[in-house]
């Protein structure tokens, strides 16, 4: 009787995710969207509670209950005050750090699953924790990584060993052999092949996000979105709940989807992505390629004031350098001041702005930018033609032109913002340095771009109090 | 001698005037038409080529030209049977046609006379056949090629232009309501909702006409490549999701099959309910116009609507069109006024003069002081279609889309394919194939049911997020990752055992961690998308 209302709960719970999901589709559904998910969630975990103590005797059981209780408090107080403390700029961090968390819950279920005395011992069984734990492992060592790699405590230069390709191979070579080891055990003397592939596979999570450069840290994040998912479901296999696996499927086919739309828009695969080692080959390429002229013009905040207001349209092409600089607010603040004196101000996002997927919307918006003025990239590019100065604030990469004509650039072939077509182009710049790709923007060197070097919120500062002094002079 | 030279000079001036060929300005004889073939600057121009320029009395007043202004220029006015007996090269708009008298104009030209007009050759067959029959040098102002060194004589573009904004005019005019949106004290004016059937030159001067009094305006036209073109003047362009593109040949549409039609007809229609104005320009040289909207669609709009066919001429894209009138059905003006042109004659006819003088100046031989043809040069190989009397229609390098070969290639209609990518397909549906046959020679039966379930989920993930909007990605992100936290549930599971073991241990940090995830990511998702805000909200309450 009970077993089959939990059944029904987790249906309902399953179809509450999946209302979450397609409520997050668009910008008016979605809290509605965060709501669904919140409901489902909590029912599922409601409804899972109470069938374990269902007709249990307490006095045996009441460890147990202290420990969920206790578990479910904490985590829910930390993931709390984690959430309400995190500034929007550290926003790729935390997730990739909470990717980590499903992953090596994922590995402790599994574990504890293969411990735990009255578990089925078929072959079938095992070989389900087994890649449960596996991919557990990996999603959350290679968090780990992507998430000190987001906040810069490692470096976002790839890092390439030599023969990786051939050491991943070995390494998951490796993971079989100990996985057919351990089919071939009796339940619990298999654990040492267990934990031994465990640690190969976190070695091998590493490894894999090691390697990959910081301007392809969005795909990254939402391909461990994505393990975290099936991870999820590997799990449910295990334990034979439904809920589980709908969930992880929802999850990693979505994840999925997100690192191949973030690959589409560098116009590259995502094998590419993952064992490409891009970043470094570069410049042996670059300097076959037509080398730009090195004589850029630079500017002051003074001029480039006076240039916006005398003209009719402007764009904002954001990128990483104002999420480091947190510089969204003041760029708010000069939007303002623009579209007060009536100036059209869009901005033009790429797709893989930033280190997250929307990542610039998202500080866009905490900066109470409407979103009907923020474009992406398939509508603001024919608009570049007839705009009068397009601002670039930290973004290089996506407004290269090499994409598009240096057959020898690394990023040729991605679709890029094509910023270079309107009258003028202002970059705010730290210094000449090259993006993430490791390629020289051939934009600086236009005759119609101007520099403006320096952190981009004192830049930006700066611009609106010229721009607020012009304005008063005139 | 003095007076002897003078004898000689004059004789020479007079030799001169009479060997100067002799170019005739005809008034228009369609009551339907304004327009007229040169005005007083363009007559000054024609006068440069070293002829003489005779106009027909009256024949610039439609256009509000006055003769007194033609005959400043010194041109002679005169009466019309004067005009066709000496004119040497007629400029017309309209192509020749039956006179009250009964006289057929192409019979009035004089043997071995050039004729410069719109002339139709495709459906004008006796037309042409008379006028081979005066040995007549004929160019049909359409037939001027679409090339970009001919733009400046193509009449056809500069008409359409002038329609289009026309049509809209006629629209709003007879529209009982505002194009702009406004707020007034009286209360809140919405503004009015155009569609633009058919992106031409016609079609997009309407978009622009329409944009700049302020309607919200749509536009549809079966070449995807005009997208941009829509989008430039601020205009939404809907999306038409069928396998078969309309770029004919010469820059215009081309004839579409049946079913293609259909699906023209279900999207207009299905506009057709929430739109105020619609502007029909869907014209395929030679060919009746088809019928884009039907009367369901024109029974679903509002009433009050107005719908003005530009096509009126062609038989029209509505089903409903009379031509010439404007008539109310099912509550719907519908214009089919074919004179639209005509209705802003003073501007078309500056227009179309000059353009027809830049076509005779391309064609104009000064030494020889004549029309010379150059049968290698694309545009006068395009516009003629007689030279002495000889067939030279249609030129050989083209196609022709004409009306005795209305007949378009069979093309099936393919469904609109699933936005998933291609390449996957097979490789997904391989892995999964291969997946269940391992499945079904190893596996326990519950084990194979939950592989169903998984594969479903993951279809059903696989559908949900292809629409999701860029900008939301990042929310996307954190809520299934917050969603991932649902292995929480796993470790609850775990703990069923109870007592001390390792197993309770790792279950309860299995929970704590994925209740970390499960709380952070519903929070810091919700933080997320109350920022997301919209800039009119504000204002609009």
């Known amino acids: ?474 | 001698m003095a007076s002897s030279d003078d004898v000689v000079h004059g004789q020479g001036v007079r030799v001169a005037v009479a060997l100067a060929l002799k170019v005739g300005i005809p008034k228009e004889i369609s009551p339907q038409e304004k327009r007229v073939a040169a005005t007083p600057d363009t007559v000054k121009k024609i006068q440069k080529l070293g002829v003489e320029v005779l106009v027909e009395a009256g024949a610039g007043e439609g256009a509000h030209f006055q003769d007194g202004a033609y005959a400043e220029t010194g041109a002679r006015v005169v009466q019309a049977e004067e005009l066709w007996a000496e004119a040497d090269l007629v400029l017309k708009v309209r192509a020749p046609t039956i006179r009250e008298d009964g006289k057929h104009e192409a019979d009035l030209l004089k043997e071995g006379g050039r004729l410069i007009s719109f002339i139709w050759p495709a459906s004008n067959k006796p037309l042409v056949e008379s006028l081979a029959a005066r040995k007549a040098t004929v160019l049909a102002m359409d037939c001027v090629p679409r090339i970009t060194r001919a733009q400046k004589m193509d009449a056809l573009s500069a008409t359409a232009n002038a329609v289009g904004y026309r049509a809209v005019i006629e629209a709003a005019a007879a529209f009982p309501r505002f194009l702009p949106g406004q707020v007034t004290a009286a209360g809140r004016v919405k503004p009015a909702q155009v569609l633009v059937v058919g992106a031409g030159v016609a079609g997009l001067a309407a978009v622009a006409a329409a944009k700049s009094l302020g309607a919200v305006v749509r536009a549809f036209d079966t070449r995807p490549a005009v997208r941009e073109q829509v989008e430039s003047l601020g205009a939404q362009f809907l999306k038409f999701e069928f396998t078969e593109s309309g770029e004919g040949e010469g820059g215009y549409a081309k004839q579409m099959s049946e079913a293609y039609i259909a699906a023209e007809q279900a999207l207009i229609a299905e506009n057709a309910k929430d739109v105020d104005i619609i502007i029909t320009t869907a014209v395929i040289p030679g060919v009746a116009a088809p019928k884009l909207i039907t009367s369901g669609a024109v029974v679903s709009m509002k009433h009050g609507s107005v719908i003005v066919d530009i096509a009126a001429e062609q038989g029209g894209n509505c089903a409903l069109t009379e031509r010439d009138k404007a008539v109310e059905k099912f509550g719907v003006l519908i214009v089919g006024y074919t004179d639209l042109a005509s209705r802003m004659a003073a501007q078309t006819s500056e227009l179309f003069a000059t353009t027809i003088f830049n076509l005779l100046e391309d064609v104009w031989d000064a030494k020889q002081g004549d029309v010379v043809l150059d049968l290698d040069d694309e545009v006068h190989r395009g516009a003629v279609v007689l030279n002495k009397g000889e067939l030279l229609w249609p030129p050989p390098t083209r196609v022709r889309p004409r009306s005795h070969a209305p007949q378009p290639e069979p093309v099936v209609p393919k469904p609109v394919p699933a936005p998933t990518p291609s390449r996957m397909g097979p490789v997904f549906i391989l892995a999964v194939a291969s997946l269940l046959g391992v499945a079904g020679l190893f596996a326990p039966t519950d084990f194979a049911e939950h592989l169903t379930v998984f594969l479903l989920a993951c279809v059903v993930g696989w559908h949900l997020i292809w629409n999701v909007t860029p900008a939301l990605h990042t929310p996307l992100m954190s809520v299934t990752n917050a969603i991932s936290g649902i292995i929480l549930v796993g470790g609850v599971l775990l703990l069923r055992t109870g007592g001390h073991g390792p197993v309770t241990i790792l279950a309860g940090v299995a929970v704590l961690v994925a209740m970390v995830n499960v709380s952070g990511g519903f929070l810091v998702t919700q933080r997320m998308l109350k920022m997301f805000r919209r800039g009119e909200g504000k204002a609009a309450r």
């Open chain 1, 1 to 474: 009787m009970f077993a089959s209302a939990q059944a029904l709960a987790y249906l309902a719970a399953a179809m509450l995710f999946i209302l979450s999901l397609r409520g997050l589709s668009a910008q008016e559904t979605a809290r509605r969207g965060n709501l669904f998910g919140i409901i489902g969630m909590g029912l599922a975990i409601t409804v899972t509670c109470y069938a374990l103590m269902y007709g249990r005797d307490l006095s045996t059981f009441g460890e147990a209950s202290g420990i969920l209780g206790g578990a479910i408090a904490v985590g829910g107080i930390v993931g709390a005050l984690v959430a309400a403390r995190v500034a929007m700029t550290s926003m790729p961090e935390l997730v990739a750090i909470l990717h980590s968390f499903v992953g090596a819950a994922a590995v402790l279920v599994g574990v504890a699953s293969y411990l735990e005395p009255d578990a089925k011992t078929e072959g079938a069984h095992e070989a389900e924790i087994f890649i449960g734990v596996f991919i557990g492992a990996v999603t959350f060592t290679g968090s780990v990584i992507a998430f000190f790699k987001l906040r810069g405590t490692i470096g976002s230069k790839p890092l390439l060993l030599p023969a990786r390709h051939a050491l991943n191979a070995v390494m998951v070579g490796a993971a079989i052999v100990l996985g057919v080891l351990f089919l071939g055990q009796p339940d619990p003397v298999g654990l040492p092949w267990l934990l031994g592939m465990i640690g190969i596979a976190s070695l091998l999570g590493i490894h894999l996000v090691m390697a990959i450069g910081g301007g392809d840290m969005p795909v990254v994040v939402s391909l461990l979105n994505s393990y975290s998912g099936w991870a999820a479901s590997a799990a449910g296999f295990m334990l034979g709940n439904d809920l589980l696996i709908i969930t992880g499927a929802l999850v990693g086919s979505s994840g999925a989807i997100l690192s191949t739309i973030m690959c589409r828009a560098m116009n590259r695969s995502i094998w590419n992505v993952v064992f490409g080692g891009f970043g470094v080959t570069p410049t042996s390429s670059s300097s076959k390629g037509a080398q730009p002229a090195g004589k850029v013009h630079e500017t002051n905040a003074g001029d480039v004031a006076q240039l916006l207001l005398a003209s009719k349209r402007v764009v904002i092409v954001p990128g990483y350098g104002m999420a480091v600089a947190q510089a969204q607010h003041p760029v708010r603040d000069l939007t303002d001041a623009l579209q007060k004196r009536g100036i059209d101000v869009k901005f033009g996002i790429h797709p893989v702005a930033g280190r997250l997927p929307g990542h610039m919307n998202v500080l866009l918006a905490e900066a109470n930018v409407s979103y009907d003025i923020v474009k992406e990239m398939d509508e603001i590019n024919p608009e570049f033609e007839r705009t009068d100065v397009v601002l670039i604030i930290g973004a290089n990469d996506v407004v290269n032109p090499s994409a598009l004509t240096d057959e020898h650039s690394p990023i040729y072939g991605m679709p890029v913002l094509e910023a270079w077509k309107a009258a003028h182009v202002i970059m705010l710049k730290r210094g000449m340095s090259a993006g993430y790709a490791g390629v020289d923007n051939a934009i600086c060197y236009n005759d119609n771009t101007l520099m403006l070097f320096g952190d981009a919120k004192q830049s930006i500062t700066k611009l609106l109090a010229a721009v607020q002094l012009e304005a008063k002079a005139a």
